[in-house]
C-alpha cells in the first residue's frame, strides 16, 4: 500500500483538482478527503461524498463538527470579546483549527501519514492549517500543492481544463466570480470587483443579508438571555448557541444586520479586501457587550478589551493550540462567570443596537448616580479624591511657580 494522505476537502474546484493531482505526482498515493461540515449548508455537502470518489479518492468521510465549532471555538472568542482590527469577527479563522483538528482525527483513524489542504501561498489559511498540524499531528507529513512547483494549476480555465481531460465531473465554471468561504456563523466574499478597495462593495456579493436601504423601516427587536456569557434563549425560548446563531442569521439578515467591508492586514504581510456577512453573530456581540457594561468593573472591563485584542490576533494568526491562547481563555471564562442577564437588540437598517439591558451582577445603581442616593456614595468626598487624583499635576505646577522646593 502506498501513502496514504488526508486531504482537507471541501468539493470545490481546488480541491476536486487536488486529488487527482496528489496520485499523479506522488507514487502510489491514496487519497482520503475529509469534509468537516461546519454549517455550511446543503448547497455545499450535498453529493460530496460521490463527488470525491468520482475525482479519485479512495475515501471521503464526512465529520460533523457544528456543535464544537459553535461551542469550543465560536462562544470563547466572543467571549474574549475577540474581534479582528476593530471589525472582522474572524468567521472564517475560526473554523480552520477545528477543520485541522477533525482531519488529523480522522487520518488517524484512516491510517494516513501525510496530511494536505487546499490553500494558497499567498493566504491566511496555510498558516492557521499547518500551525494547527505542527500542534496536533507534528510526525504527520504536510503536502501544500499550491506551493509545490509540479502545480501549474494558477486559474480557473487551467483548472476546468484539467478536470475535463480526465473526465472528473464539476460543478464549477469559468463564469464563477466571488471566492467564498462559510459557515454557521459568517460568509466571506472575496475575488472579482471586490479586490478593488475604490469599487463599492457589488450587490450580488451578498447573500446572507438585505440591503440596508431597502430593510423593513419597522425594525424587529429579539430578546438574548445569556447564562456566563453564553448565549442560552432566544425571545423567551431556551435553545442551543448553534440554533440561536442559525434564528438570528435569518432574523438579523433580512434587516441587512451584520455587513462589513474592510481591507485588512493578513498575516503574510500583504493587505486584502473582503465583504463579511455575520448578522446573528453581531447582534450576539451587541447583546454580549450590554451585559458586560452593567456587570464589569472600570479594570475588569478595560482588562478584557485588551485581553480581547490580544486573543483576535492569536486566532487571526492561526496560533488557537498555543498556551497563551488557552491562558487568556482561562482567564475570559473566569471574568465571565458574572456575564448572566437578558439584553433587548433593535434590528433596523443595517443596525443592531442593545436598548435594554438587566442582569442580577448587574453594579448600576440608579439611586446612586441621582443627586438622591448619599448614604454609599458622598458628593463631599469627591473633593479629596480629586485632589489626590492630581497630586502629581499640582506639585508640577507649584514647582514651576517656584512655590515648593
Known amino acids: 500500500m502506498g501513502k496514504r494522505i488526508a486531504l482537507a476537502y471541501s468539493g ?125 499531528a507534528p510526525e504527520m507529513e504536510v503536502i501544500a500543492p499550491w506551493r509545490d512547483p509540479r502545480w501549474t494549476l494558477s486559474g480557473r480555465v487551467a483548472m476546468l481544463g484539467y478536470l475535463k481531460e480526465r473526465n472528473i465531473p464539476t460543478t464549477a465554471s469559468a463564469e464563477k466570480i466571488y471566492s467564498r468561504d462559510r459557515n454557521l456563523w459568517h460568509i466571506s466574499h472575496e475575488g472579482g470587483a471586490i479586490e478593488d478597495p475604490w469599487n463599492a462593495p457589488p450587490e450580488d456579493a451578498w447573500m446572507l443579508t438585505a440591503d440596508p436601504a431597502k430593510a423593513p423601516d419597522a425594525g424587529e427587536e429579539v430578546s438574548l438571555r445569556f447564562g456566563a456569557g453564553r448565549p442560552v434563549a432566544l425571545n423567551g425560548e431556551p435553545m442551543s448557541a448553534a440554533r440561536i446563531i442559525e434564528r438570528l442569521n435569518t432574523i438579523a439578515g433580512k434587516h441587512g444586520v451584520g455587513r462589513v467591508d474592510l481591507v ?13 456577512e455575520t448578522p446573528g453573530g453581531t447582534v450576539i456581540v451587541e447583546g454580549l457587550r450590554a451585559i458586560e ?76 448616580v441621582s443627586f438622591e442616593g448619599e448614604a454609599v456614595y458622598s458628593q463631599k468626598d469627591a473633593g479629596g479624591f480629586i485632589r489626590l487624583l492630581s497630586l502629581s499635576e499640582r506639585v508640577r505646577a507649584l514647582k514651576a511657580k517656584g512655590l515648593v522646593e
Open 12 to 136: 470545490g474546484l481546488d480541491t476536486s483538482c487536488i486529488v487527482p493531482w496528489l496520485r499523479e505526482n506522488i507514487p502510489g498515493a491514496e487519497v482520503v478527503c475529509v469534509v468537516g461540515d461546519v454549517g455550511q449548508g446543503a448547497d455545499e455537502l450535498t453529493g460530496v461524498e460521490e463527488k470525491a470518489i468520482k475525482s479519485g479518492a479512495a475515501e471521503c468521510h464526512v465529520v460533523d463538527l457544528k456543535a464544537a465549532f459553535v461551542d469550543e471555538f465560536v462562544i470563547p472568542t466572543v467571549i474574549t470579546g475577540g474581534v479582528y482590527e476593530g471589525r472582522y469577527l474572524l468567521g472564517t479563522a475560526m473554523a480552520r483549527p477545528i477543520l485541522a483538528r477533525g482531519q488529523v482525527e480522522a487520518a488517524r483513524k484512516a491510517g494516513c501519514t501525510a496530511l494536505s489542504h487546499g490553500c494558497t501561498g499567498k493566504g491566511n489559511d496555510q498558516v492557521r492549517f499547518e500551525s494547527a498540524y505542527a500542534a496536533l
Open 264 to 276: 485588512e492586514n493578513r498575516r503574510v504581510g500583504m493587505k486584502s479586501r473582503g465583504l463579511y
Open 293 to 368: 457594561e452593567l456587570v464589569y468593573d472600570r479594570e475588569t472591563l478595560h482588562y478584557r478589551e485588551h485581553l480581547g485584542l490580544t486573543f483576535a490576533e492569536l486566532v487571526y494568526d492561526g496560533r488557537w493550540f498555543t498556551p497563551l491562547r488557552e491562558a487568556l481563555w482561562a482567564c475570559a471564562e473566569s471574568m465571565a462567570k458574572v456575564l448572566t442577564g437578558e439584553v433587548v437588540v433593535r434590528l433596523r437598517r443595517g443596525e443592531a443596537r442593545a436598548i435594554k439591558r438587566r442582569s442580577p451582577h448587574s453594579l448600576y445603581s440608579e439611586k446612586m
